[in-house]
C-alpha cells in the first residue's frame, strides 16, 4: 500500500563501488524527484523528472545518474562511491495538478 | 534566488504548551506555495501544512496552524496542546513553479518534554 516505496532501505558498501536506488510510485503522479539528506539533515534536491523526461539537473556529479523507465519509477545509479556520499536520499512524487510532493522513507546510504 | 531560512536550530516545548517555530524566505516570484513538513526519527518526511501564497487566509490543520506575513516573507508553525509524537525536525520549504523546485530550509529540531 505504500505510496513511494524505495529499495533498499539501508545500504552499506565500499568505496569505488557502485550501487542503485529504486524508487516506485503508486499514486499515479508525474513527476518524481531525488534528494539528498546530508549529516547536517540538509535536504537538496538532486534531480526531477516529468514523465521520464529530466527537467531539473542540479550541480550533481556526473557519477549520479537518474533513470527513469516509466513515469511511476526513478532510480539512481551511482558509480565510484566516495565517502562524501554518504547521506541519505529520498525519492518523492508530486501530482501535476498539485504542488504537494510526496516522500518515500528514504535510502541511508554509508560509504566505508 | 530561492533561499529559505530557520533560524532555531533546536526548541523545546512542555507537554500541552503552545511554540512556534519561525521560517523566512526569499523568492522574487509571486506564484508560490509554502510548506512546513516534520522529519520524526523514523526519518519519514511528512507534511504537516502548506500554504499557497495567493491566498490571505493563514492555513490550519487540527492543532497546527502558520502565520504567513506576505510582505515579510515570514512564515512561521504554531504547535498547540504539544504532545510527545511532535517532537521531530520540522523543515519549512517553499516551492516555485518557474524554478520547480522545493528548497528546505536547515530545519529545528523540536523537543517536547512532558
Known amino acids: 500500500d505504500t505510496a513511494v516505496s524505495q529499495t533498499p532501505k539501508y545500504l552499506v558498501t565500499q568505496m569505488g563501488n557502485d550501487k542503485s536506488i529504486k524508487c516506485e510510485q503508486n499514486l499515479g503522479h508525474d513527476t518524481m524527484y531525488w534528494y539528498k539528506q546530508d549529516s547536517k539533515k540538509f535536504l537538496k534536491i538532486m534531480f526531477s523528472y516529468n514523465n521520464k523526461e529530466l527537467i531539473i539537473n542540479e550541480t550533481v556529479p556526473n557519477r549520479f545518474s537518474p533513470k527513469s523507465p516509466d513515469k511511476a519509477h526513478l532510480n539512481l545509479h551511482i558509480n565510484s562511491l566516495e565517502l562524501g556520499d554518504s547521506a541519505v536520499y529520498f525519492c518523492a512524487s508530486r501530482p501535476l495538478a498539485k504542488n504537494i510532493q510526496y516522500f518515500g522513507a528514504g535510502t541511508r546510504l554509508s560509504v566505508l | 534566488a530561492q533561499t529559505v531560512t530557520q533560524s532555531q536550530p533546536e526548541m523545546s516545548v512542555q507537554e500541552a504548551e503552545t511554540v512556534t517555530l519561525s521560517c523566512t524566505y526569499d523568492?522574487?516570484?509571486?506564484?508560490?506555495?509554502l510548506f512546513w513538513y516534520k522529519q520524526p526519527p523514523s526519518r519519514q518526511m511528512i507534511l504537516v501544512i502548506r500554504?499557497?501564497?495567493?491566498?490571505?487566509q493563514n492555513a490550519t490543520e487540527n492543532r497546527f496552524s502558520v502565520n504567513f506575513q506576505k510582505a515579510a516573507k515570514s512564515f512561521s508553525l504554531k504547535i498547540s496542546d504539544s504532545q510527545l509524537g511532535d517532537a521531530a525536525m520540522y523543515f519549512c520549504a517553499q516551492y516555485q513553479g518557474g524554478s520547480e523546485k522545493l528548497v528546505f530550509g536547515k530545519g529545528t529540531k523540536l523537543t517536547v518534554n512532558p
Open positions: 500554504q499557497e501564497a495567493y491566498k490571505q
Open positions: 523568492t522574487s516570484e509571486s506564484d508560490y506555495y
